[in-house]
Each structure stands twice: as structure tokens, then as C-alpha cells.
């Protein structure tokens, strides 16, 4: 059983950074995308950015020149670390990984961690 727990949240002020890590159970090259999304307050859950096994990262244009997306296959972490964060940008953050394709394919979820932007 898979098991995704993030970690680093907390309180940061307009224009600062912080990193948020995701430890996973499993090797990361098992996963055919590893990723991180958002569920700000009233708001659905979106997706922030992602990788695929192969290395390719896509990002949100909210979020694009400001985030990066990146992976430790030796300790099992992926992190994505932002800069130049914004009061919109506070939200939950959740690690995600899937296993397989469609139509066999199995997500997977960390409980979140809450990032809030704030002077």
C-alpha cells in the first residue's frame, strides 16, 4: 500500500518562499506521474504541477516561473518549492502519485499540508 505523506507548511508572508516535500512509500520510478495540487478556501481542487516518469514537468499558469516541481529518487521525495508567493496562493497543498494507465491506473494522496500566505 501506497502511502504519500507531505510536510514543510506553514505561515510565510507576501513575496517570501517555502518548500513543501511529499515522502512517499514507494520508489518514485514505480510512478507514472507525481504531482501537486491545491484546494484554497471556497475553491476546488486544482492541479498546481506535475512530472511524469520520464522528467517531463508541466505547471499551472498561475503558478508557472514561480514553482518548481522537482524529485529525489533516492529518498523517496518530491518537493516543490515556491517563490514569490501570493495571499492566492494559500491553500492545502496535496501530494499526488498514479500508478499505471488508464483504465487501470490507481491514484494515490497525502492527507495535505496548509501553506499560508499572509503579512
Known amino acids: 500500500q501506497v502511502q504519500l505523506v507531505e510536510s514543510g507548511g506553514g505561515l510565510v508572508q507576501p513575496g517570501g518562499s517555502l518548500t513543501i516535500s511529499c515522502k512517499s512509500s514507494?520508489?518514485?520510478?514505480?510512478?507514472?506521474?507525481m504531482g501537486w495540487y491545491r484546494q484554497g478556501p471556497g475553491k476546488q481542487r486544482e492541479l498546481v504541477a506535475s512530472?511524469?516518469?520520464?522528467?517531463?514537468?508541466e505547471y499551472a499558469d498561475s503558478v508557472k516561473g514561480r514553482f518548481t516541481i522537482s524529485t529525489d529518487n533516492a529518498q523517496k521525495l518530491m518537493y516543490l518549492q515556491m517563490n514569490s508567493l501570493k495571499a492566492e496562493d494559500t491553500a492545502v497543498y496535496y501530494c499526488?502519485?498514479?500508478?499505471?494507465?488508464?483504465?487501470?491506473?490507481?491514484?494515490?494522496w497525502g492527507h495535505g499540508t496548509q501553506v499560508t500566505v499572509s503579512s
Open positions: 499526488h502519485a498514479r500508478l499505471g494507465n488508464w483504465p487501470n491506473a490507481i491514484d494515490y
Open positions: 512530472m511524469t516518469g520520464g522528467g517531463r514537468s
Open positions: 514507494s520508489m518514485i520510478y514505480r510512478y507514472n506521474v
